[in-house]
């Protein structure tokens, strides 16, 4: 076959980043619908499992596109980790909201109110990863920006989270104290993985500049 019939074929470049962006909005669907089930509508909780269920598959799929892709615009260990993390954060909910039920214990206030920051903070990651897509970047501040506010948000969470604690002292009852420890509990943890995340947005700008 002469030269100029060759054709040579390179491996496609998936939109992973895209895929990162899905599965934030996703994220924030959920933590928006967490929110509303903390402060009250218990129906949110099976949009949270939704959310949790549809993140899922969002996420298998960028793993997938990340293992086979020729390049990719951040390392793939970062992509792995931020993918990984993120989808602690609905898992969390998700698991917080299944341990409501089987306890038959709403949520209280002070919960409602972590859930909203909660919430706020994964709106802030989903900008940083608006800010990560080069076609963009020039209208979004810069990630690490955005993944400063999400910090900022779960700083301000713990403050509300150390209170709650503090007050729990003052209950007798010691059923509604278990109860109300294990959701303060799982809500710092879901509050932890947010900052992993946003932690992780700045581990990867620092080695892409």
């Not at 928006?32 to 298998?60: I, M, N, P, T, Y």
């Not at 390392?75 to 909910?93: C, M, T, W, Y």
């Not at 341990?99 to 909660?118: H, I, R």
Request: aromatic share 6%.
């Amino acid at each position: 076959m002469s030269r100029k019939g060759i054709r040579w074929f390179l491996p496609e470049t998936p939109d992973v980043i895209g895929m990162l962006q899905e599965q934030a909005a996703i994220t924030v669907n959920g933590m928006e619908a967490f929110a509303g089930w903390a402060g009250g509508d218990s129906a949110r909780g099976d949009d949270v499992r939704a959310a949790e269920h549809d993140c899922d598959e969002v996420r298998r799929k960028l793993v997938d596109a990340v293992s086979e892709a020729f390049t990719t615009p951040l390392q793939p260990e970062d992509l792995f980790q931020l993918s990984r993390d993120l989808d602690k954060v609905i898992n969390g909910a998700k698991n917080t909201v299944r341990e409501s039920e089987a306890m038959a214990f709403p949520p209280d206030q002070a919960t409602a109110d972590m859930a909203v920051l909660l919430a706020e903070g994964t709106q802030h990651l989903q900008t940083a990863f608006t800010s990560l897509d080069e076609r963009r970047s020039k209208l979004a501040p810069p990630a690490t920006e955005a993944a400063d506010a999400a910090v900022k948000s779960q700083r301000n969470l713990e403050r509300i989270y150390r209170q709650a604690a503090g007050e729990l002292l003052e209950v007798t009852d010691i059923s509604v104290v278990t109860a109300r420890r294990e959701f303060y509990r799982r809500i710092s943890a879901i509050s932890d993985d947010i900052v992993a995340v946003a932690d992780r947005i700045w581990y990867s700008q620092v080695k892409e500049s």
